[in-house]
């Protein structure tokens, strides 16, 4: 429908407005507002705020709150409150009208409908560590603000959150799935490829384990298989395997897409749900090691009432030191688990001199195994082994180091 | 008991793989590998047991 005359035109654009009124006050950026419970000429200002809207709530301190600590003495306590995920979708049918009352090319249309208009998008990425953490601190505020916890309390809980932070920030970013093409630099300058994931698969349901090499060495070769819970039954002879492969003794899992059954597919590739087993142990122990902080910090505390001289019983003592002391070994498990031999392939003429050294004429030498070994300790290349030190990249200069120790020129 | 010792070694060129295999075999590891879809370049894993390493 057309309106001939521009008056007429106007009117409709008026009374529309009027319409959306409603949406228009949705999208109001600022009020302000009062909590109830106190006089007007006492009660202080909480401000609503766009995103679309975000309280920021005000409310007078308790004088009680701050009966021991007058230096922090406050009149007002503010709590933020966390902005919404994403932005609310007001498309106002005022806009959307507009198409029946303007025709095509008319200029205000346009602009109006630009106006009235909002997309929905999303603020900004959340991950679950962050949910909590901004909705926890909130409420944190809250029971603050409410007289239901005290200042020693809030700064307990607001301690305790650092930790709760590192930890599930640390299990989210070692999940591959949350880490998708990302790099996740380890110990030593190690590059830890977190999408690249290891999983062995038994298609067909056939055992995993299997005989992986015909030609493999002795012992029946036990095949390693990140799968904790291989399906079992099935063709293969091999004995199913686990992370700990004990009769390693050079057996090898050819592994390969079209590889016919019984077999072991392995699926290396970005961005899968699969853990490669390193990674869930390390989440394993920092969840583990999340779940102990407390107690470990209340027994730090109570050892250190000890050593001021309050009695504490003998068992009491001695439990908490276990603890304190499983505390220290797990963090140094943590520290080991982030840092896996990983590496990407590079070799150069000191590669191959270590190599003709390890295995002259391609037989192994156990007496320079030894010397390798030796010269590795001295060069602290740390927990890798000969073959990745000889392959690695990233083990280039420690690579050289070790040669060097040799006196294998290649290396110098 | 120890928890097993893991190793990966990516982006081998086609041409190598068979030597780091080797190595990684002669080093006591169970060896895993898989041609990497993308870059026609190999992974090696490898793995062994803490008590059988040194």
Redesign the interface.
Known sequence: MRYRYPFAAALATAGALALSGCGANFSTAYRTYSLEGTASSERPQSIVIDAKQRAILAAPANADAFANDSAHKRDVFVCAEPSPDALSAITSNFAASLGGVFGPGEEVQGALASAFSEVAGELGKRNATIQLLRDGLYRQCEAYMNGLIDKWYYEEIAHKYVNAMVTLLAVEQLTPSATKAQKVSAAQGATV?AG?N?D?NTPGGTTPGAN?SPSG?AGG????NPNPNPPAGGAGGGTAAN????T?????????ATSPAPS?S????EGTESI???VS?AVKTMVTWFLTKDTVDFCLRELSAEREGTLRSSAFVEACQKIVLQQVTLQA?IA??SS??????G?DECSGAL?SF??PGGI?SPENRAKI?NAMTEAQTG??????L???EELTEKRHQVGAILKLPACS | ?A???????????AD?VA???Q???????????????ASG?W?V?????A??S?
């Open positions: 490829r690249t290891i062995v992986p060495g070769g036990t095949a390693a992370p700990n492969p004990q390693g003794g050079g057996a090898q899992a050819e592994a390969e072991v392995v699926n290396v590739s490669p087993s390193h142990n498990q080991s688990a896996p031999g990983t590496g990407t392939f070799i190599r390890w295995k192994v070994q927990d890798v082994s000969l073959a990745l000889i392959n690695a | 008991m928890d097993p010792i893991l190793e990966l070694l990516v982006d081998v060129p190598q030597n780091v295999e190595d990684f075999k002669d080093d006591d590891f169970t060896v895993i590998k898989k041609k990497q879809q370049k992974s894993a490898a793995a062994k047991s008590e059988n040194g």
